[in-house]
């Protein structure tokens, strides 16, 4: 693809979403539609009726987008052409002059939003009771087809291409060195951009990451418990939304586009079923104002397809979801083929890694071992998916102390606590 002529440019933003739009959310929510539901079956089935009806009430009445708006443009924000992707990012610079950079790679159905806890902390450790030797200067970007960075420049927009846009964002903010942290969708973006980057990345760490078997043998024997639960949590994961983001993310983004419930439940269906603990209801874990800021984004940027096609290209397109892999233990054909390609292009990846599980990740460390260069390896005994809106002191503590390791090119044993 040539060049966009103002590649180089880059643009400041702030977020400022139009009165009408406001006005409009609120009538829509108003004037909103319920299904009706089998009695006495809880969350099994979906968003209950009671409690989506309640929460889209307080999103109509009670949440104040202004504000958290106004938190949002407290940061100074830019966007920027790269390849021909618009692309919106954070741009938080430490105080301390000698602070790493690093990248901060949000998933689906999150956003920049995510990382607003964790900012301070890791930007400024000083003002936050820690070492400044830890600073990072931040970059926070919404990935392509994600929030502000869109419209999306065209398909084939997989986590390689999404890595080459965002090492050339890093390029052009003059950074040559720089460390890159990522869950979720950032989780397959992160070690992309280590692969594409080796000589400057200088450290990929992530956290919800999945790492899949790829049919060699011997390679389930001997599973610790907790793998062995992780092995079966991961084949008996309810993959409604995957299958529906990989296949159909055109056709489902209608009703997400035309209605704010639909939006509204399609993620906190996640929130619930993702985070810690799985019981609870989803402001349990992550704060109801935040988590609602990250729906707003999905609804007023109108990126429930573009934000999916991340699915498409990274499964369907390369077959890893052919007859029912993810429901198959990832037993059909073309997922094992898929995840057998990427071992062996994983192979190659050297760039220390940190991999931080939480108590609701699946990750298993042998097969993710295979596709990295596993560094440092961290459990929790608590947290979810979110760990950034759920623990983001566990986050920042785990970052801080594994980019501590790898600053200096010295690497040390895995850690297990």
């Known amino acids: 693809m040539p060049a966009h002529p103002t590649d180089q440019a880059l643009r400041p933003f702030r977020v400022d979403i139009p009165r009408p739009q406001l006005d409009d959310l609120r009538a829509r929510l108003a004037a909103a539609?319920?299904?009706?539901?089998?009695?006495?079956?809880?969350?099994?089935?979906?968003?209950?009726?009671?409690?989506?009806?309640?929460?889209?009430?307080?999103?109509?009445?009670?949440?104040?987008?202004?504000?958290?708006?106004?938190?949002?443009?407290?940061?100074?924000?830019?966007?920027?052409?790269?390849?021909?992707?618009?692309?919106?990012?954070?741009?938080?610079?430490?105080?301390?002059?000698?602070?790493?950079?690093?990248?901060?790679?949000?998933?689906?159905?999150?956003?920049?939003?995510?990382?607003?806890?964790?900012?301070?902390?890791?930007?400024?450790?000083?003002?936050?009771?820690?070492?400044?030797?830890?600073?990072?200067?931040?970059?926070?970007?919404?990935?392509?087809?994600?929030?502000?960075?869109?419209?999306?420049?065209?398909?084939?927009?997989?986590?390689?291409?999404?890595?080459?846009?965002?090492?050339?964002?890093?390029?052009?903010?003059?950074?040559?060195?720089?460390?890159?942290?990522?869950?979720?969708?950032?989780?397959?973006?992160?070690?992309?951009?280590?692969?594409?980057?080796?000589?400057?990345?200088?450290?990929?760490?992530?956290?919800?990451?999945?790492?899949?078997?790829?049919?060699?043998?011997?390679?389930?024997?001997?599973?610790?418990?907790?793998?062995?639960?992780?092995?079966?949590?991961?084949q008996d994961f309810n993959d409604g939304y995957l299958q529906c983001n990989s296949k159909r993310p055109q056709t489902v983004a209608y009703g997400l586009t035309d209605s704010p419930v639909g939006q509204l439940t399609w993620i906190v269906e996640k929130f619930k079923e993702l985070t810690d603990p799985e019981d609870g209801l989803p402001e349990d874990s992550v704060d109801r104002d935040r988590m609602l800021t990250n729906v707003s984004l999905y609804w007023f940027t109108g990126t429930a397809a573009s934000a999916a096609q991340v699915y498409y290209e990274e499964i369907s397109a390369n077959a890893w979801a052919a007859d029912g892999a993810w429901d198959g233990a990832w037993e059909a054909d073309g997922a094992r083929d898929g995840a057998s390609e990427w071992a062996e292009a994983a192979g190659g990846h050297r760039v220390p890694t940190g991999v931080l599980v939480s108590a609701h990740d699946v990750t298993v460390r042998r097969w993710a071992e295979r596709d990295h260069h596993v560094v440092r390896w961290t459990e929790l005994d608590r947290g979810g998916h979110f760990l950034a809106l759920e623990a983001p002191e566990a986050l920042v503590a785990d970052v801080r102390a594994f980019f501590r390791t790898v600053r200096g090119g010295t690497e040390v044993p895995p850690v297990v606590r």
């Open 33 to 234: 539609r319920w299904p009706a539901e089998v009695p006495d079956v809880g969350w099994s089935r979906g968003v209950p009726v009671g409690y989506a009806k309640e929460l889209a009430e307080y999103w109509r009445t009670g949440f104040d987008w202004r504000a958290q708006e106004a938190l949002l443009n407290s940061y100074e924000q830019w966007t920027t052409t790269v390849d021909g992707q618009n692309v919106h990012f954070l741009h938080v610079r430490s105080p301390e002059p000698d602070a790493t950079p690093l990248l901060l790679l949000h998933g689906w159905p999150g956003s920049v939003v995510d990382f607003l806890d964790v900012i301070g902390p890791l930007s400024d450790p000083r003002a936050h009771g820690g070492d400044p030797v830890d600073a990072f200067h931040l970059v926070v970007p919404s990935l392509p087809g994600f929030g502000f960075s869109t419209p999306l420049s065209g398909p084939g927009m997989n986590a390689a291409r999404m890595a080459g846009v965002l090492a050339g964002l890093m390029s052009r903010l003059g950074y040559d060195r720089y460390g890159v942290q990522g869950y979720d969708t950032g989780s397959w973006v992160a070690p992309e951009i280590g692969k594409q980057a080796p000589d400057r990345v200088i450290g990929v760490h992530v956290n919800a990451m999945i790492a899949f078997p790829v049919g060699a043998e011997g390679e389930t024997d001997g599973l610790s418990e907790v793998e062995q639960r992780r092995w079966q949590a991961m």
